[in-house]
């Protein structure tokens, strides 16, 4: 399932998917285990859909994304999904320093390098 699958989901849903996944993991495991599990890149994908999942959580949780809302059927699937969906806000920190004391710190180092 990809990461836009399940921003599609209500909280109630998504809550109710990842629950499903923890336990189809847990059954994954036990199969593996016992050395009848045939697929074994089938645990490997369920813990990516359970990380998507918890990222799509805490996501929400964050603000950065928030659950979708369903205004009318005759919007495609898509459609409904890109319209929920907010860019990721980015804030650069910038850190000024002084010219003087850079140099001076790097003076203080070198003399106690060569003492």
Known sequence: MKAL???????AELAKKL????AELFNLRFTNATGSLQNTMA???????IAKANTVIRER????SK???VKSSTKSKAEKT???IEPKKTTKVVKKVDEKKSTKQKKEKAEKIVV
């Open 5 to 11: 699958e399940f921003r599609t989901l209500s909280d």
């Open 19 to 22: 629950k499903d996944l923890k």
């Open 43 to 49: 645990i490997d994908k369920c813990k990516k859909d």
């Open 61 to 64: 949780e964050l603000g950065i």
């Open 67 to 69: 659950a979708p809302v």
């Open 82 to 84: 890109t319209e929920n």
